[in-house]
């Protein structure tokens, strides 16, 4: 089988889902003399692929940070990269990025055009917890991850403000639970 080829967000590429599915070389692989078509998977069965590789299932906290603006605002461009790119590295060496089968936390992370706050950036924030920080420079991004993340500690010196994401999940995912209980 063909090696898995990732992108930068880790979904895997067409063909390699295709080659996974169907237990055979990945289309576009040398050995085939033919011409190719692309296969024809559908999208609940690509998304379904994705939403396991990702791990979706397993987030414990998904991190926003303003960073490479078109219109910057509350920083730099090369700032808001440097804070960016200090961010994917240190979850990546903390393995707090990747989904595993003993439980740990889950970071996922996502580059914001804008977060609205224009000042004092690059923003930051993070759900489920709703913890806005401001100037997340590489500096402050460590002493978050590791006083929030890691120790569930607010890093009050550079909190803007609390707003925790009301209790919805826990009722949608019992109302599903009740749902498939009933129609099963």
């Known amino acids: 089988m063909q090696e898995d080829k990732t ?3 880790g979904i895997s590429s067409l063909n390699s889902v295709y080659a996974k599915i169907n237990g055979s070389k990945a ?12 296969p ?4 609940p069965t690509i998304m379904a692929n994705n939403v396991q590789s990702l791990g979706l299932n397993q987030i414990k906290r998904h991190i ?11 920083c730099s461009k090369q700032a808001s990269l440097e804070s960016w790119n200090y961010l994917k ?4 060496e903390l393995k707090l990025d990747k989904k595993n089968s003993y439980g740990s936390s889950l970071i996922f992370r996502t580059k914001a055009n804008c977060l ?4 004092d950036g690059p923003i930051m924030v ?6 806005w920080y401001r100037q997340a420079k590489p500096s402050v991004i460590e002493r978050i991850i590791q006083e929030h993340l890691i120790g569930n500690k607010v890093v009050e010196e550079y909190a803007i403000t609390i707003h925790p994401l009301p209790e919805t999940a826990h009722s949608v995912a019992k109302d ?3 749902k498939n209980l009933s129609s099963g």
């Open 7 to 9: 992108d930068s967000n």
């Open 27 to 38: 289309l576009g692989s040398e050995s085939q003399n033919y011409p190719l078509t692309q």
């Open 116 to 119: 609205r706050v224009c000042a």
């Open 64 to 74: 926003f940070l303003c960073a490479d603006q078109t219109k910057p605002k509350c």
């Open 126 to 131: 993070i759900y489920p917890d709703g913890v």
């Open 89 to 92: 590295r240190r979850l990546k």
């Open 176 to 178: 599903l639970e009740k």
């Open 40 to 43: 024809k998977l559908s999208a």
